[in-house]
């Protein structure tokens, strides 16, 4: 549904930051279920959002950005839209040629988090009007305000797309 | 927006204002948001900071936008700063501009640090419950206190506001509900009591999403389904308290009902979006009918629903219902149920593509797994190890490890199901697997000579895996002499056999068979010229390895020095293994979570070779009255009120319990308690308790008076437990003879991981009661209580003491006063095995004394108990009695209660 654009703008992925082993992270440590983080990665790798609800420093991230690439990349059509990864579950969804993934508990709701995705990813279309990964790439800075209005803190904060465009379009009108 | 050419217009310099003495707001944004974006890209930026930060304090949105969003993906924890950020959140928060206030509360929740919450924690309550605060914000300020709560719990003050927040579930606003439900449902985990009244205002309105046409909710109804992520979250909170009352338990039944029977109305859409948002809330309400696992009508009905979907076209929907028919199955109303599709199972086995699909079939089987359906289950399982993939083929050779032997009828069914098991699979049969197949073997004497048949026949394959010669060097090794009759299986045939081959093992593989060729010495008196060639060969003698060197010169020596009957004596037959836990499931466990059990296994092993080993006999004779011991009593807890020793229970009093009396309540002992106490009297190390969920091990070791225990909780399933409370309770008797120490544990234990407690005990004075170990968690949303005795006995500060004949009976005299003596005739419980008895009195903690008694038959021990305050010399004499199954046990010390709790501890042991 997105067409998306071939990748014309290429992202240094930050080298020379994995020098040192990364001990297992610890993901649990968190009281209660919620999501861990977001991110939307393209089919090469590069990230387009990465969002956090846990702190990790900045290698833990680039290790779990590198993880869950190689995880999802994997896998076709025939696949479930979900995937081990350590003691958590990813659930993802391939649009063209960018794959929205949400790391959540094992024992969370899977098809719930895959219907959020597509839930957000149809907030995004409406409001970039088709929007293409150059979009995500540019407007970084609104796509975090699309973030913030439907998942906080780790948690759903609004389904209803009417309303989140509402607001996304009062917000624009500030501007 | 950011056209490249404008990277041009950046500075090179650290701060904004050098060379433009006042930037614009505009400006300041633009280039707080381009760094932003290099930094997005993967550069280090390290300035800019504060300019992000004077960008709070403007009165545009965009600018303010740009300034928060800098410090949520840059989060700092310059103190400084910190001060700054804060400052403009406050007035922020205090603008009346929703806009302004809800970009606050999202920068709150994105960075929720510790120092944000002493700032804000208290505030936010009030936004969230004010009358006049806009629904935005209301669902802002929800999600704020939520992640608060999680990063600081501390720092969140319950109050007013809780039932207030409660209210917020009968919301105008769904977006508001959808975000409260999230707070509420984190805030029921640990507050249970105080969240009690959110169920029914869940269910009602539950009730009202599930039943409202597919139009009624407007902007809340996702491709016909109304308003599916409020259904999952509400759903979600109800499984967080038992079933509830039975008005309320009506409608919410009512409710699982509609769902159920939504599932089954043809399709609103055929795209699927509807499908998926239907099935969300339908395997939500699965979860809480599961989780209730009261109504017997419901869990049917869902196994059904989840039957259909085993052959859907979908392979999301495949993979999640065999992920929760794994948990029907696990409920005793729907077990049988689950078990009518064990043929669709078998076949995912075969025909899914999705490794991850076949392993929840390989799990579901397991689960679904009983007396009857075991072996057509375990055939399945092998005949898909052979084509499995390598990530999961060590955890499908450990089920059908486990399967075969809980379900073995017949043990030459196991037998062969476990060599089937080295032959498909031989490299992932870990050490556990044959260890056990080799136990079992020896300790039922009716599989014996099939196993010597079936191994033998396995070995004549040209090609077979090591551990098939492990096992078979084992077993032909103990039972080749079973088959020895038959002329295709004479002993040189089995010797050749096995030698054949030797020289493609490994060393440990070669150690263990040249022991064989040992016990064919024993065996077959007439292959020994033909074996002792062989050890004398080069390559055995003049071995590289050390071990095996030592094994063929030793071996060698034996087999030419010994008299056939000392031969007899040194390799007879090995005694049989103490029952005991499969180390196969421990092994799984450990498969399972990261950091479970291996301490056990560890402490299990060294049991075993406790009871093999041993001195020898020694021998006696004596005479008195029995004393009867009051083991009633033994607990002396009717006597004196208990007390906690250490500290009292940390979240106490948070650790409300909803569903008995009397919250903090000690559970009584639990079943078992008793015999697994005695079971620790005469050694240290072992499972103490164990269920469904816990298991706890100990590990002691004592020197003296003083001792220190090691106690290891397990959580057996993948749930955390929380408000984990381990606590010690000693009368007031037993704490002034008895000392503990302890520190509490993490009040959190997560799925498949262990906890370690470690007790500092002092002996002060001769004691007889057990201390009590009481255990209270909360595990999904119920209330966990466990009690178990600690074996800590009088007997654990014995020190052993050697002496001569002569010295025993003088001191034996000198006990002679009537209170120094206590007596005791019993009943054998257990077979009546001179070494395991031996075995016993030395774990008891006395030493055993040899050639003392007269009667040889006899066991004589002595020993110091230390205390802190006295030592008391202590002689025993056990006396069995083989016709009439009897024993007579005289204990003479220089103290009564200390003869007394000796005899009754020791009499318990045989």
């Keep these: 549904m997105i067409p998306l654009g071939t990748n014309a703008y290429t992202t240094p992925v930050r080298a020379g930051h994995c020098a040192t082993p990364l001990v297992f992270i610890d993901l649990c440590s968190s009281l209660l279920r919620e999501i861990r983080f977001i991110l939307i990665q393209n089919r090469a790798g590069k990230t387009r959002l990465a969002k956090w609800y846990m702190q990790f420093d900045d290698d833990e991230k680039q290790k779990l950005i590198e993880e869950v690439h190689a995880v999802v990349t994997v896998r076709d059509a025939k696949h479930t839209n979900f995937v081990e990864f350590r003691n958590f579950k990813i659930i993802y969804r391939r649009y063209a040629g960018l794959y929205f993934c949400i790391c959540v508990d094992v024992n969370d709701n899977n098809l719930a988090y895959l219907e959020a995705i597509h839930n957000f ?55 | 927006m950011l056209p490249a050419d404008e990277f041009s217009a950046f500075p090179a310099s650290p701060t904004f204002s050098v060379g433009d003495k006042a930037l614009d707001g505009y400006s300041k944004k633009k280039y707080v948001c381009k760094l932003l974006f290099i930094f997005l890209l993967g550069h280090d930026i390290d300035f800019g900071h504060m300019e992000a930060v004077n960008l709070l304090s403007s009165n545009r949105y965009t600018e303010k936008q740009i300034g928060y969003l800098f410090i949520s993906v840059l989060v700092n924890s310059n103190s ?5 950020i804060n400052n403009a959140i406050k007035n922020d928060l205090a603008s009346r501009n929703p806009t302004f206030m809800g970009l606050a509360l999202h920068c709150i929740a994105n960075v929720g640090s510790r120092e944000m919450a002493e700032a804000f924690a208290g505030e936010i309550p009030k936004i969230l419950v004010a009358g006049d605060t806009m629904d935005s914000v209301k669902q802002s300020a929800a999600l704020c206190l939520l992640r608060l709560y999680r ?195 078998t076949n995912a086995l075969k025909t899914e593509r999705d490794v991850s699909v076949r392993q929840r079939a390989v799990d579901l089987l397991y ?61 992932y049969v870990s050490e556990e697997v044959w260890y056990r197949v080799i136990q079992i073997v020896i300790n039922r004497d009716d599989v014996q000579g099939y196993a010597a048949k079936t191994v033998f026949e396995a070995l004549q394959a040209p090609a077979c895996h090591e551990n098939l010669v492990k096992v078979g060097g084992y077993i032909l090794g103990e039972f080749g002499n079973l088959i020895a009759g038959d002329p295709r299986s004479s002993p040189l045939i089995q010797f050749n056999l096995l030698h054949s081959k030797f020289h493609l093992c490994s060393v440990p593989t ?33 071995n590289a390895d050390v071990e095996l060197q030592q094994r063929a010169v030793e071996y060698l020596r034996l087999s030419t020095v010994a008299s056939t009957d000392i031969l007899a004596t040194v390799l007879e037959e090995m005694p049989p293994f103490p029952e005991r836990e499969s180390s196969i499931l421990a092994k799984l466990k450990k498969k399972k979570g990261p950091s479970t059990v291996t301490d056990l296994e560890e402490a299990k092993r060294e049991r075993s070779a406790d009871i093999n080993g041993g001195p020898e006999p020694a021998p006696a004779s004596a005479s008195a009255t029995s004393t009867p011991s009051p083991s009633a009593d033994l607990l002396g807890l009717g006597a004196a009120p208990p007390a906690p020793v250490g500290p009292p229970p940390s979240s106490g009093g948070l650790l409300v319990d909803v569903f008995s009396d009397s919250p903090s309540a000690v559970a009584p002992l639990a079943p078992g308690s008793e015999d697994n106490f005695a079971r620790f009297v005469c050694k240290n190390n072992g499972v103490l308790f164990e269920n469904q969920l816990l298991q706890i091990g100990l590990k002691s070791e004592f020197r003296q008076n003083l001792g220190r225990m090691f106690i290891f909780y397990g959580n057996k399933t993948s749930t955390q437990f929380l408000s984990f ?11 002034a003879n008895l000392s503990l120490q302890t520190k509490p544990v993490d009040p959190t234990v997560d799925g498949g991981a262990q906890v370690q407690q470690v007790v500092n005990i002092e002996c002060v004075s001769d004691f007889t009661e057990a201390p009590v170990l009481n255990i209270q968690f909360r595990y999904g949303g119920t209330f966990q209580n466990v009690s178990v005795k600690l074996p800590i006995t009088l007997n654990k500060f014995f020190q052993p003491t050697e002496m ?95 003869s007394q709790r000796l005899c009754e501890l020791l009499s318990e042991q045989f």
């Excluded at chain 2, 450990?398 to 098991?421: C, G, M, P, S």
């Excluded at chain 2, 230390?866 to 003479?892: D, S, V, W």
Aim: net charge negative; with cysteine; glycine share 2%.
């Design chain 2, 151 to 345: 990063t600081s719990p501390d720092l969140v003050p319950m109050g007013d506001w809780t039932s207030r927040v409660v209210h917020l579930l009968n919301d105008q606003h769904l977006g508001v509900v959808t975000a409260a439900t999230s707070l509420i449902t984190t805030l029921a985990q640990k507050n249970p009591e105080e969240f009690k009244t959110s169920v029914s205002l869940a269910v009602s309105r539950l009730s009202r999403i599930v039943t409202s046409a597919s139009t009624d909710l407007q902007d809340y109804t996702y491709y016909f389904v109304p308003a599916p992520w409020l259904s999952v979250k509400l759903l979600r909170l109800l499984q967080c308290y038992p079933p509830p009352d039975p008005a309320v338990r009506g409608r919410l039944t009512e409710c699982l009902e509609t769902i159920l029977n939504k599932a089954q109305e043809p399709p609103k859409s055929k795209k699927v979006q509807h499908s998926n948002a239907k099935n969300a809330v339908l395997f939500e309400a699965i979860s809480l009918i599961i989780h209730h696992d009261s109504e017997p009508n419901l869990l049917v009905r869902a196994c059904n629903q989840l039957g259909q979907f085993l052959q859907h076209r979908e392979t999301n929907l495949r993979y999640l219902a065999l992920e929760s028919m794994c948990t029907l199955a696990s409920s005793e109303f729907s077990h049988e149920a689950v078990k009518t599709h064990i043929e669709t199972v």
């Design chain 2, 510 to 542: 070669r150690a263990l068979l040249l022991s064989t060729y040992i016990k064919f010495v024993n065996l077959f008196p007439e292959v020994k010229t033909t074996i002792q060639d062989v050890l004398r060969s080069d390559s055995q003698l003049k």
């Design chain 1, 121 to 175: 990813v149809e907030v995004l279309n409406e409001y970039f009007h088709n929007v293409c990964e150059l979009d995500l790439v540019f407007n970084f800075y609104k796509v975090y305000t699309v973030v913030d209005e439907m998942f906080l803190a780790g948690e759903i904060r609004e389904t209803s797309q009417t309303k989140v465009l509402k607001q996304l379009l009062m917000l624009q009108s500030l501007e």
């Design chain 2, 804 to 898: 001569a004949s002569q010295d025993f009976f003088q001191r034996w005299k000198q006990l002679s006063n009537p209170q120094q003596e206590v007596q005791n005739i019993f009943k054998a419980k257990h077979p009546m095995d001179t070494e395991i008895t031996k075995a016993k009195i030395i774990g008891f903690g006395s030493a055993l004394l040899e050639e003392v008694d007269p009667n040889p038959a006899n066991f004589v021990g002595a020993g110091i108990i230390h205390t802190k305050t006295t030592q008391i010399g202590c002689l025993l004499r056990l006396e069995p009695n083989l016709q009439a199954q009897m024993y007579r046990l005289t204990l003479r010390t220089s103290k009564e209660t200390v």
């Design chain 2, 80 to 84: 400084e700063l910190i001060r700054l």
């Design chain 2, 367 to 427: 689960a679904m797994c009983d007396r009857s359906n075991a072996q057509q289950i375990v055939a399945e399982m092998l005949s898909y190890l052979e084509t499995a993939d390598y990530s999961i083929r060590e955890e499908i050779v450990l089920k059908v490890a486990i399967l075969a032997e809980k379900y073995a009828v017949d043990y030459t069914w196991y037998v062969d199901t476990i060599l089937n098991l080295i032959r498909i699979a031989g490299d």
């Design chain 2, 725 to 735: 409370t381990p606590t010690l309770i000693c009368s007031d008797d037993l704490r």
